[in-house]
């Protein structure tokens, strides 16, 4: 299992598509990844939603720019 650390975002994913929604994303600086907990909604997540604006260190595997969350912890402000 891997880790990853960055800002948690809310972005349009999917522009124009069927599957076409806002978005949480973690934002790595190097890399923009899709959340989604494991087996949690891929539209809509309120444990996630509540992250948005954090910096969050989260565990999970990726498929592609999908980051499936296992857990995770919030970090304090600098």
Do not use: C
Not at 46 to 58: I, S
Not at 60 to 65: D, F
């Amino acid at each position: 299992m891997a880790e990853f650390l960055g800002n948690v975002t809310k972005r349009r994913y999917g522009a124009g598509s069927k599957s076409e929604h806002d978005a949480v994303m973690l934002e790595t600086g190097a890399d923009r990844f899709l959340l989604r907990r494991q087996g949690g909604n891929p539209f809509s997540d309120p444990a996630l939603d509540k992250l948005v604006g954090k910096r969050v260190r989260f565990r999970g595997r990726t498929e592609g720019n999908l980051l499936i969350v296992s857990d995770w912890d919030e970090m304090p402000d600098k």
